[in-house]
């Protein structure tokens, strides 16, 4: 797959980029985005949305341009090798919080490094495998994992007591920016599926942009019904209050006795894995994608300093107040600034390469005459 033949089909780019952006949602947000924007979360959550649509059509473009452009096709490159070493700097604190999670409210008698190594195995052979592949994973988890979302959000909403808070009563600009400054880190993994994957589609390209289309929509909706639910079952004020806030309200959820089960820990359990394992693995591939040829080949090596890597995390992070301040902290800004320069840089050289394309010339490639150059 990794060489220039084009087996990526639509929907598999849709779901690779569904699952490599929802992957970093689920444990420190939306309580530090109530934290930062109060009642302005709404907006916030809005501002990102737009701000991954932007983000996606430009690099789009830039790809497109790319064709024409070695100096931007390089440059595309470069900033998805930094953009996915920002994204495994986020994965390794996550991981740590996914591990945390599972053993403070799941299994806690199991040992914190037994969670740990089937995680980190699923990750590193769903990461080793080719492209194709891992579109046909994206493509059948992704879809399994929002109908769980679905039947659990609709379960919650019989239990909503807070609903006069989802629409906010005063709008203010500086908490509303506020609150899409901290969730930069969401942002990053935009570029480089774009980058790294657009190429490999066959389709044209109305119908790739079509497919981001879908896939920014559907992201859209999952943080939309991801903020809403929790808002409305636990009121804003309680929100910034509580470490895990989507886990505790879905927690919450009781079922009639009619069901088999009382309580859906364990469709959450299943969620939880299965997006955050896929979100590491798209991340992971993608990185692998960039590495030249004669390295990649060295799977076993990558396997063992990937996995060396999640270990060094896990034990970086005891707590998940350390993970939280390691993304949020030093993370989140850094990767405003990058996502505000690499977007820039991106915009002028697609313009440039844009108007170079557009400018007349003879058919021996000289300037016409009276153009400047002519002489």
């Known amino acids: 797959m990794d060489g ?224 809403g639910l929790v808002t409305v079952m636990l009121g804003p004020d309680a929100i910034p209050q509580l470490r895990w806030p989507l886990v505790y309200s879905l927690e919450t959820i009781t079922l009639d006795s009619t069901f088999f089960i009382s309580r859906i820990g364990l469709a959450i359990i299943f969620l939880w894995t299965a997006v955050v394992v896929l979100a590491f693995a798209v991340h992971v591939r993608l990185a692998v994608h960039l590495i030249p040829l004669s390295a990649r080949r060295s799977s076993f090596w990558l396997s063992g300093a990937l996995g060396l890597l999640y270990g060094i995390g896990l034990v970086a992070f005891p707590t998940p107040s350390a993970s939280t301040a390691w993304i949020l902290g030093v993370i989140d800004p850094v990767a405003l600034g990058y996502l505000v320069l690499e977007h820039a840089v991106v915009l002028a050289m697609s313009a440039i390469v844009s108007g170079r394309d557009k400018r007349p010339s003879t058919a021996n490639g000289e300037s016409p005459r009276g153009s400047p150059g002519s002489g």
């Open 4 to 227: 220039s033949s084009k087996s990526l089909g639509v929907w598999e780019y849709s779901t690779g980029l569904i699952a490599a952006v929802i992957g970093n949602v689920l444990f420190v947000w939306p309580g530090h985005v109530v934290a930062a924007a109060g009642e302005n979360a709404l907006g916030s959550i809005a501002g990102i949305i737009g701000a991954i649509l932007v983000s996606g059509l430009l690099h789009h473009k830039g790809v497109l341009r790319g064709r024409q452009s070695l100096a931007l096709r390089r440059l595309l490159v470069v900033s998805a090798g930094i953009g996915l070493g920002l994204v495994g700097l986020v994965d390794l604190a996550l991981v740590a919080l996914l591990t945390q999670m599972l053993h403070t409210l799941f299994y806690a008698d199991t040992p914190r490094w037994a969670l740990f190594l089937p995680l980190v195995a699923m990750v590193i052979w769903a990461g080793s495998v080719s492209l194709d592949a891992l579109g046909r994973l994206t493509q059948l988890w992704v879809p399994v994992g929002g109908l769980v979302l679905a039947v659990i959000a609709a379960i919650g909403l019989m239990h909503a007591t807070h609903v006069r808070p989802l629409w906010p009563q005063h709008w203010y600009a500086i908490p509303m920016a506020h609150g899409v400054g901290i969730m930069a880190y969401l942002l990053l993994p935009v570029g480089p599926v774009v980058t790294c994957l657009a190429p490999y589609v066959n389709a044209t390209v109305q119908s790739i942009r079509r497919g981001f289309l879908l896939a920014a929509a559907t992201i859209s909706l999952i943080l939309l019904a991801i903020y």
